[in-house]
Structure formats: structure tokens, C-alpha cells
């Protein structure tokens, strides 16, 4: 049995059973079944249908997933709420997509061997859909994952992280209730074994993954030959801060990007380069913002930041911050657990470049600030890692910030705003060790099809 346990104070919430390779195989059979018998395939009004039940019945319910979320995953009722938000509205857009998920006219004619035909693509389902998911946003993860194999027409098998099944499931049901056939949309609660039995099977046509760059890249390497993935790895995402940055503007746009979700986000605010004539202060400012987050329960409402996942996260923080502080770096705030699975909001002035801090991704409530002289040696730094995802740059100067933007290797570079910043119709995504493939809504469903084309001869034409 899998124990869901409240990351906050670890007591049980619900127990699962596990599943093993044979209920895996029974999944994948169904699913494969539905795939390659055409006469069972949704047609695009009925999908269009489910969904729009789908997001009113999620709206008629949006407390209860929310307390759900904020329970078993730790983040914030207060940003449980926006994610639950989020969450709908994404189903609605995937809804809308569903009719933009067609071909075009290929011109035929352009030479003599071409001539008296005609010629078109569509857009069809890939198959059978795989998606193995993070804890961090356990209903919007979800919706990227599952709702947008579902418009395109594909049925999908989702794991969900083992720390936050319950909103999984919840949607899951949901979907049911809206009306989608069985069949469709299963969840499975496994062991690594079984998953990777499930992701590497040759019926799998994509594999759509949200982790850990270690189990990302290694599950990639299992795949059948021929499986279409998308893989989303984290990040260390850095924000460069020019002399000229309206700091007044910026300081609560890093707050929120740093110390959203106690940091637990793939593209958060973690290593932040300013320019030396305002660093001091800007590391300042930001610190003693941070000293004023409401850190605890949450799902107490005014809790800002919540625990981390797991205890052994906050150790493993712990330990790297410590490390910072005894080579060099200096504290201006935090640098203490509060409890067995909470930390204090961090902020590090000028970490050695080569502790963990400043090469790897924290994934907790530490923000690290640099101080440079040279703009293009910071985006050096900014670029150093084998990491990129998104990055950002702090302005007033045009010409600068788009030297910023063409100089960061990030798949994504805000200006004049944090890292974290995201809407569902965008595509997102990291590049080298951050992944691969693209992500949002409209993205992940075009990924989801496969283009055929076909030729018409006749001496009509």
C-alpha cells in the first residue's frame, strides 16, 4: 500500500494500493485496443463535449481540489487556488485547440511529374499515450499531460507522482463523470519496475515526462524505437538585474518568483546577477522581504510559503546552504529549517560559483545574488550551467535587454519580469539537460498527432 502523507506534518491521508506489471499490461492492452480500432476512436465533437463538462464540473468543485492539492502536495492554499484556475481555463483551451489540429493543401503541378494531381495532409492521433508526472503542480501537470492526449484523440495511461496522486485521481474521475468513455484515461499507482514496464512497452506511441533529469534521460534511452517523448526537466534559472532596473518594480516579481511553492519549480528564481552599483542593495531589499513570508500549514490562508516535498529535501538544502555559507557566501536571511519539513526563505549573497547552490538546482527556498561589472561575463556565468530553461533580464534600456535575450541560452527570457512566469498557451520547455521537445497546450497536442498525406491522381484535376 502507498501512504499519501501531508508534506507539512506527515501524517497519513490516505493509503493506495499499488499495481503491479500485470494490471500495467492490462492498461496498456485496453488502451492499444481503442487505438488501433478506428470505429471506437471520440470524434473531435464528443472530445470537444467532455471537455467543456469537464471544466464546469472542475469549477462547480474548485475549493475541494484546491484543500486537495494544498494537502497533499504543500503548496499554499492560496496558490492552490490560482493552479485550480489555471487548471480549467486549460481545459477550456485544450477544448478550443481540438479545431486547429488540422492539415493543409501541399501544391502539386510545379512540375511535369506532378501534374493532374491534388494533394492534402491531415492530422490523426498518434496512439497510446504514456505520461509520468511531478508532484509540484499536482492538477495543472495533470491537465498538460492527460487532458491534451485526451483532444487529440489519444488514449493515456498517467502516473502520477507517488507523493501527489489524490488530485490525479480526482481529475481522472472527473473526466469520467464528464462522460469519456472507459477506456481512455487510466491512472496508475506503481513502482519504478512497473513504470518503466509501461513506458518502454512498444504499444506506447509518446511518452510525455515531467522529473527528474536522471530518470528523464534514462527512460528516454528504453524507448521503442519510433516512440515520440517529451521531457521536462528543472532548471537554475537566471535573472540578470542592470544598474538601470526599476528596483521598486522588481523586488516583489523575485520575491514571487524565488519563493513560490518554497522554491519546488523548474524554471523558480534561483540565481540572480546584478550589477555591482545596486547589488548590495538589491540583496538587501530582497532579504528582508523574505524574513516576512508566512512560512507553516498550507492550508492556513495566510501561509505565503509552504514545506518542501519530503523531509530528506530539507536536509538536502540544509546541507547546501551550509556549504555556501562555509565557503564564503554571505546570510542575509534564513539559512535555517524550521521544522523537519519547512525552511526558512534563504537569501545568498555572492555563493562561491562552484558549490551546489550555485550549480545545481536547489528546488527549494534559497535565491542566490551575484555581483558583476561586465554584463557579458554575467551572462556567461547566467550560461555556464548544463542547464536552460528560462531566464530574465531587469532593464529600463531597450538595446540592452534585447543583448539579453539574444545572449541567454533559455528556451524562454522575460523582461522585466521573473523566471517563473507562465501561461498555458505558451510554449515551454528546456533545451540541453533541461529537456526536450515543447511543451503548452497547443504545443503538446499538435506533438500528440502525426501528419498523412494523400495524393488524388486524376486527369480531372
Not at 329 to 355: E, F, H, M, Q, W
Request: aromatic content about 6%; overall charge negative.
Amino acid at each position: 500500500m502507498l501512504e499519501i502523507k501531508s508534506p507539512y506534518d506527515l501524517s497519513v491521508i490516505q493509503e493506495i494500493p499499488f499495481v503491479g506489471i500485470k494490471e500495467v499490461d492490462q492498461a496498456l492492452a485496453i488502451a492499444y485496443d481503442l487505438f488501433i480500432d478506428q470505429s471506437k476512436w471520440i470524434p473531435p465533437h464528443e472530445r470537444i463535449a467532455i471537455l467543456e463538462r469537464t471544466a464546469e464540473i472542475m469549477k462547480s468543485r474548485k475549493t475541494e481540489l484546491a484543500k486537495i492539492a494544498a494537502r497533499e502536495g504543500g503548496k499554499p492554499l492560496m496558490d492552490s487556488e490560482v493552479e485550480v484556475l489555471r487548471a480549467i481555463n486549460g481545459v477550456k483551451i485544450a477544448a478550443e485547440q481540438i479545431s486547429q489540429l488540422k492539415g493543409e493543401q501541399i501544391p502539386m503541378g510545379l512540375t511535369k511529374a506532378s501534374e493532374n494531381r491534388i494533394a492534402f495532409t491531415t492530422r490523426e492521433p498518434i496512439g497510446v499515450v504514456a505520461s509520468v508526472s511531478a508532484f509540484n503542480h499536482p492538477i495543472n501537470l495533470i491537465i498538460h499531460q492527460v487532458i491534451t492526449a485526451i483532444a487529440a484523440g489519444c488514449p493515456v495511461i498517467i502516473k502520477p507522482a507517488l507523493t501527489t496522486p489524490l488530485s490525479c485521481i480526482s481529475l481522472t474521475g472527473i473526466l469520467k463523470e464528464a462522460g469519456l468513455p472507459d477506456g481512455w484515461c487510466k491512472t496508475i499507482i506503481c513502482n519504478n519496475e512497473a513504470a518503466e514496464k509501461l513506458v518502454t512497452d512498444k504499444r506506447v506511441n509518446y511518452f510525455s515526462f515531467i522529473g527528474s533529469e536522471k530518470v528523464g534521460w534514462f527512460l528516454r534511452s528504453k524507448l521503442t524505437p519510433g516512440t515520440r517523448c517529451a521531457l521536462e526537466h528543472g532548471g537554475a534559472a537566471p535573472v540578470i538585474v542592470e544598474k538601470d532596473a526599476d528596483i521598486e518594480q522588481m523586488l516583489p516579481s523575485l520575491l514571487k518568483g524565488g519563493f513560490y511553492h518554497a522554491g519546488q519549480v523548474c524554471v523558480s528564481v534561483q540565481r540572480v546577477f546584478v550589477h555591482e552599483n545596486i547589488c548590495n542593495d538589491v540583496a538587501v531589499q530582497l532579504a528582508e522581504m523574505a524574513k516576512k513570508l508566512v512560512v507553516g500549514n498550507p492550508l492556513d490562508e495566510k501561509t505565503e510559503v509552504g514545506p518542501l516535498i519530503l523531509p530528506r529535501e530539507v536536509d538536502r538544502v540544509e546541507q547546501w546552504v551550509d556549504e555556501a555559507i562555509n565557503s564564503g557566501a554571505k546570510l542575509l536571511c534564513g539559512g535555517k529549517r524550521i521544522s523537519d519539513t519547512c525552511y526558512k526563505p534563504t537569501v545568498l549573497l555572492n555563493p562561491s560559483l562552484d558549490v551546489h547552490v550555485s550549480t545545481q538546482e536547489i528546488f527549494g527556498p534559497v535565491v542566490c545574488v551575484y555581483s558583476y561589472s561586465d554584463r557579458n561575463k554575467a551572462i556567461e556565468m547566467a550560461n555556464s550551467l548544463d542547464v536552460h530553461f528560462q531566464a530574465s533580464v531587469f532593464t529600463q534600456k531597450l538595446d540592452v535587454a534585447l543583448d539579453c535575450v539574444r545572449k541567454l541560452n533559455a528556451t524562454a527570457v522575460m523582461v522585466n519580469d521573473h523566471t517563473a512566469f507562465r501561461v498555458d498557451w505558451m510554449p515551454f520547455g528546456g533545451r540541453d539537460s533541461s529537456g526536450i521537445g515543447m511543451g503548452g497546450i497547443p504545443y503538446t497536442m499538435h506533438e500528440m498527432t502525426r501528419e498523412k498525406m494523400f495524393v488524388i491522381k486524376s486527369n480531372m484535376v
